[in-house]
């Protein structure tokens, strides 16, 4: 079963409004986990890494306050798209190391985010 | 980060074998994943290998790791229609770091 959990699975929004979305560990704590962003037939790009505790780590070319990034919880992460517009629809996947299986990456089910 | 080299289309017929190929440019990775994606859907972890190791099976999926050309492939037996999917090799320089992922390798199996 999943042990990465993220949610909405889908979100229409229209331009100018805020969208939040939820990445969960299920059954372990994460310390770290990440946010990437996949477009249509493409790979996924790194965008931030979240970390408990601590502000975020953003990767050279995103706007930390377009995508604001809050690890409020062991077990909790959560990516807000603020103001958003059109060339913000993409698909949101976020990931987790889970620490008995060696850090190996589990990644949640994606959100596709559309913005009107 | 570093490239991530994979095909990007594969056809194979159902019940042949298919290879996945992908290349890494570094050499420090430690971790070297596949993930499968289908339609819509989030990465779905297949296998993982580490560096220290050449080979590794876990029923249909076939995982090979020539270190020297830097060159890993996902060979999957008796290919059938549910394994049509975009198939990811990705790379990790250490446990816990974020992954440095191909563009994908498209799967079609056709009956």
């Known amino acids: 079963g999943a042990v990465v959990s993220q949610h909405p699975s889908w979100v229409i929004c229209k331009s100018g409004t805020s969208v939040k979305i939820e990445c969960r560990s299920l059954?372990?704590?994460?310390?770290?986990m990440f946010w990437y962003r996949q477009f249509p037939k493409q790979s996924l790009m790194l965008m931030a890494t979240?970390?408990?505790?601590?502000?975020?780590?953003?990767e050279q070319g995103v706007e930390k306050d377009k995508f604001l990034i809050n690890h409020a919880s062991l077990t909790l992460s959560t990516l807000t798209v603020t103001s958003a517009h059109p060339e913000d629809s993409s698909f949101y996947i976020c990931?987790?190391?889970?620490?008995?299986?060696?850090?190996?990456?589990?990644f949640g089910a994606g959100t596709r985010l559309s913005v009107l | 980060g570093e490239d991530v080299e994979q095909s990007l289309f594969l056809s194979v017929r159902e019940g042949d074998s298919s290879v996945i190929n992908c290349t890494y440019t570094?050499?420090?990775?430690?971790?070297l994943y596949w993930y499968k994606q289908e339609p819509g859907a989030g990465l779905q972890l297949l296998t993982y290998?580490?560096?220290?190791?050449d080979m590794k099976q876990d029923q249909r999926l076939t995982v090979l790791l020539n270190k020297k050309d830097k060159h890993l492939s996902l060979r999957i037996a008796d290919t059938q229609t549910g394994d049509s999917a975009i198939y990811f090799c990705?790379?990790?320089?250490?446990?816990?770091?974020?992954?440095?992922f191909g563009k994908g390798t498209s799967l079609l199996v056709t009956p």
């Open positions: 990931s987790a190391p889970r620490d008995r299986d060696r850090g190996i990456q589990y």
């Open positions: 059954d372990f704590q994460a310390t770290t």
């Open positions: 979240s970390n408990e505790g601590s502000k975020a780590t953003y």
């Open positions: 570094d050499s420090s990775s430690t971790y």
């Open positions: 290998i580490f560096s220290n190791m």
């Open positions: 990705a790379e990790s320089i250490t446990s816990g770091y974020a992954l440095n």
